[in-house]
């Protein structure tokens, strides 16, 4: 399994309404895209340990392919082009978890 993690810090003018657009659409990828597992996206409420972060997306994925076949799906790119003008960084990382899908 791999989990696929992202920190946000969005811009201090980024409509609250349009992040909330990006949070729904990034969940709704486990539906549209094969191999992920699960996802969650939310705020940190621990803001004194974030180093600016505000939010942050968890995603589960069947295998290490998975991430190439998410970072070029379509559903993935519309998501991309609603999130990037609203956020000031990013940070990423994926790796290989010991969990495995038939235990969740």
Known sequence: MVEH???VKWKATADPAKI???Q???IA???????????AFGE??????????T?????????????KVYEQHPEH???L?????????????DFESPRHVSRL
């Open 5 to 7: 993690i992202v920190l």
């Open 20 to 22: 909330a657009e990006v």
């Open 24 to 26: 729904e659409a990034t």
């Open 29 to 39: 990828l486990k539906d549209k895209i094969p191999g992920i597992i699960d996802v």
């Open 44 to 53: 940190d409420f621990t803001k004194a340990r974030s180093l600016g972060f």
């Open 55 to 67: 939010h942050g997306l968890v995603m589960r994925m069947d295998k290490k392919e998975t991430v």
């Open 77 to 79: 790119i519309k998501v």
């Open 81 to 93: 082009k609603k999130m990037i003008p609203l956020a000031e960084k990013f940070l990423t990382i």
